[in-house]
């Protein structure tokens, strides 16, 4: 099985920097996916990582480290639209994600 | 483009009867997965199915049911709702392979009384 751990809230300011850790424990690690959803709507994809090192998206990256169990999300130049819930999720060999329950970002002006 | 279609959008039951969430998606995903949102605990899965007539159990199986008849469709049922099963339920779907993101429904409420 999968154990998941993300903070459970944090809070910036509009224009700052913002990363949110995620480790995890896993019997068959298959990929480590970042997901965002705004508070009433469904999960949208972010980003994927399989392997070691940061992958650059826009104004949103994530790194994993297998070895160590861990991935962060950052999020930069932070916009008041940013403000929602990201979800960390590790896939298992049979293919199946498992989720954290989420950080919830609040991003003040 | 559709991408993924659940029914009923909310929806209040009496505990002890019978209900079936309707999931379809027309991107010709092989892999389907049935999820449940509740506070402070996150996404858990319930069942999922790698293909059309193969279904497995998840993280949370127990008072669900599948099926998987075709590529397209993969309805929920709860035989016998109780009201621990009020929840926020997603469908998603995946096409596989390396990335295989999930792409996911916009989600069923159901308040189980």
């Known amino acids: 099985g999968q154990n998941i751990d993300q903070p459970t809230e944090m809070t910036a300011t509009e224009g700052a920097i913002v990363q949110i850790n995620c480790t995890y424990q896993t019997s068959g690690f298959n990929g480590l996916f970042w997901y965002q959803q705004h508070a009433g709507e469904a999960p949208t994809f972010l980003s994927y990582?399989?392997?070691?090192g940061l992958e650059e998206k826009g104004r949103f990256s994530s790194f994993l480290s297998r070895s160590k169990g861990y991935s962060y999300l950052l999020l930069k130049e932070l916009q008041m639209k940013d403000s929602a819930s990201y979800l960390c999720?590790?896939?298992?060999?049979?293919?199946?994600?498992?989720f954290g329950a989420g950080t919830t970002v609040t991003v003040r002006a | 483009i559709a991408g993924i279609t659940q029914a009923p959008t909310s929806q209040i039951l009496a505990a002890g009867r019978r209900m079936t969430l309707r999931c379809t998606q027309d991107?010709?995903?092989?892999?389907m997965y049935w999820y449940r949102q509740d506070l402070g605990l996150g996404l858990r899965l319930i069942h999922y199915?790698?293909?059309?007539?193969?279904?497995g159990k998840g993280e949370v199986p127990d008072g669900y049911s599948v099926s998987r008849a075709n590529t397209d469709d993969f309805p929920l049922t709860l035989a016998s709702a109780v009201p621990s099963q009020t929840s926020v339920y997603f469908c998603?779907?995946?096409?596989?392979?390396?990335?295989?993101?999930?792409?996911f429904g916009e989600g069923s409420r159901l308040t189980v009384l």
């Open positions: 199915s790698n293909t059309a007539g193969t279904t």
């Open positions: 998603a779907s995946s096409k596989g392979g390396d990335t295989g993101e999930l792409f």
């Open positions: 999720a590790v896939r298992d060999s049979d293919y199946k994600l498992s």
């Open positions: 991107m010709r995903h092989n892999a």
């Open positions: 990582n399989v392997l070691d």
